[in-house]
C-alpha cells in the first residue's frame, strides 16, 4: 500500500511540474498574481497549411454600431479577426497598427472585424475613436457565441489574439498576443491572399 501511495505522490508531482513549467508564459502570468485582469500571449505565431486547416468557422452577432455582422456575407474573402477588450492594455497598444494593416489590405476585400470580448457599445465605439479604430466590432461579452465558435479551432486563448482565416473561413494563422510587428501580420494576409481559391 506504501509503495501505491509513493507512485501516486511522484506521478502527482510529475504532472504539476509539467503544469507550472518555465515554458508556459499563460500560467506564469496567472501565478503572478498581478491583477491585470487579463491573461496575454507572448506574440507566439501559429501558422497552418492548407491541408492542415480545420473546418470553415462561422460566426456572427451585432456590432458596436448596432448593425448585424456575419462572417457569411464575407464568403470568399480573407479575413482578420480581433479579439480585444478596452481596458487591455496591450490591445490599445495594438490598435493603430492593426487600423494601418487594415487600411493597407482594405482595397484588395482582406475583411477586418473586431470581437470585443467584454464591453457594450458605449464603450467599445470610445476606444474606437480614441484610437481611430474604423473595422466594425462585434459584441461578444454577454453570450460569447463567437469565441464558442473558434473553440474547435485554434482558438483565441488570450487577449488580444489575432486571427487570419482563409479564402474558405478556416483559421490560416494566428498571432497570441499583443501585435508587436505589424509586418508580420501583414506577411500572413499576403500569404493567405496568393493562395489559390
Known amino acids: 500500500m506504501r509503495t501505491l501511495h509513493i507512485a501516486t505522490a511522484v506521478a502527482l508531482a510529475l504532472i504539476l511540474g509539467a503544469c507550472t513549467g518555465s515554458g508556459d508564459e499563460l500560467a506564469a502570468q ?3 498574481g498581478t491583477g491585470q485582469n487579463y491573461i496575454s500571449g507572448d506574440g507566439a505565431l501559429t501558422i497552418l497549411a492548407p491541408d492542415s486547416r480545420a473546418t470553415p468557422v462561422e460566426f456572427s452577432g451585432e456590432t458596436d454600431l448596432g448593425d448585424t455582422f456575419s462572417s457569411a456575407d464575407y464568403a470568399g474573402q480573407v479575413m482578420v479577426v480581433n479579439f480585444w477588450y478596452a481596458g487591455c492594455p496591450p490591445c490599445r497598444l495594438e490598435a493603430a497598427d492593426l487600423e494601418a494593416v487594415y487600411q493597407e489590405f482594405k482595397d484588395q476585400g482582406v475583411v477586418f472585424v473586431g470581437v470585443n470580448i467584454m464591453d457594450q457599445a458605449p464603450t467599445a465605439l470610445t476606444f474606437a475613436k480614441e484610437f481611430g479604430v ?4 462585434v459584441l461578444d461579452a454577454n453570450d460569447g457565441a463567437v469565441r464558442l465558435a473558434f473553440s474547435g479551432q ?4 488570450a487577449v488580444p489574439t489575432t486571427l487570419v482565416l482563409d479564402k474558405d473561413a478556416r483559421v490560416a494563422g494566428r498571432i497570441s498576443g499583443l501585435l508587436s510587428d505589424p509586418e508580420v501580420l501583414v506577411g500572413m ?3 493567405v491572399l496568393e493562395e489559390p481559391s
Open 30 to 32: 496567472y501565478r503572478e
Open 134 to 137: 474604423t473595422y466594425p466590432s
Open 154 to 157: 485554434i482558438a483565441p486563448n
Open 189 to 191: 494576409i499576403e500569404s
